[in-house]
T-cell receptor
Framework: GESVGLHLPTLSVQEGDNSIINCAYSNSASDYFIWYKQESGKGPQFIIDIRSNMDKRQGQRVTVLLNKTVKHLSLQIAATQPGDSAVYFCAENNQAGTALIFGKGTTLSVSS | GAVVSQHPSWVICKSGTSVKIECRSLDFQATTMFWYRQFPKQSLMLMATSNEGSKATYEQGVEKDKFLINHASLTLSTLTVTSAHPEDSSFYIC?????????????FGSGTRLTVV
């Protein structure tokens, strides 16, 4: 079935470090991927997205890398700040291309 | 930017009663709305997809008679949890898009915490 998973459930970093959060996906037909940040008790917040015709996309302090060969997605956060502490989810479109399927989530903890 | 409002933000109800959750797109027309459920320390699980004016498409394992979805207008979708039981306690999140996934924004509401006692 469709599934999107994450390699590590938690990641602890020091303020100022770079963070890398990884995600493995299973649907080779997925052509659209998004990274979300979710703070406790809130809905997911869009961070960055990427289409399958790209392998890298950069935003402000964030970079998403896509490796379709091994079906791997990563989110890089530069100069991580305490405010970046949250759960991060990757999501991909389902086989019908009509909805987003979420991975399990990685909890990022940033200590100052 | 696109805003999706979800109401209520939290609700407590007695076992056996029904609860309605509203999801509104405030500044765009949402042709498609999605409902997710999230248990503590777990991911978001897609429950159903609804298109304005048509019946919702439910994911496998989601009881359509228990989770009633109505998408009567381009700005409003409702999820009614009927005959709620404690195991239905969860965080329910809606999202909306104005077009084909990936070509248009995909905005989430702030979620509704349902507690059934």
């Amino acid at each position: 079935g469709e599934s999107v998973g994450l390699h590590l459930p938690t990641l602890s970093v020091q303020e100022g470090d770079n963070s890398i959060i990884n995600c493995a996906y299973s649907n080779s037909a997925s052509d659209y991927f998004i990274w979300y940040k979710q703070e406790s008790g809130k809905g997911p917040q869009f961070i960055i997205d990427i289409r399958s015709n790209m392998d890298k996309r950069q935003g402000q302090r964030v970079t998403v890398l896509l490796n379709k060969t091994v079906k791997h997605l990563s989110l890089q956060i530069a100069a991580t700040q305490p405010g970046d502490s949250a759960v991060y989810f990757c999501a991909e479109n389902n086989q019908a291309g009509t909805a987003l399927i979420f991975g399990k989530g990685t909890t990022l903890s940033v200590s100052s | 930017g696109a805003v999706v409002s979800q109401h209520p933000s939290w609700v407590i109800c007695k076992s056996g009663t029904s609860v309605k959750i509203e999801c509104r797109s405030l500044d765009f027309q949402a042709t498609t709305m999605f409902w997710y459920r999230q248990f503590p320390k777990q991911s978001l699980m897609l429950m159903a997809t609804s298109n304005e004016g048509s019946k919702a498409t439910y994911e496998q394992g989601v009881e359509k008679d228990k989770f009633l979805i109505n998408h009567a207008s381009l700005t409003l979708s409702t999820l009614t949890v009927t005959s709620a039981h404690p195991e239905d306690s969860s965080f329910y999140i809606c999202s909306a898009t104005s077009g084909r996934l990936g070509n248009y924004g995909y905005t989430f509401g702030s979620g509704t915490r349902l507690t059934v006692v």
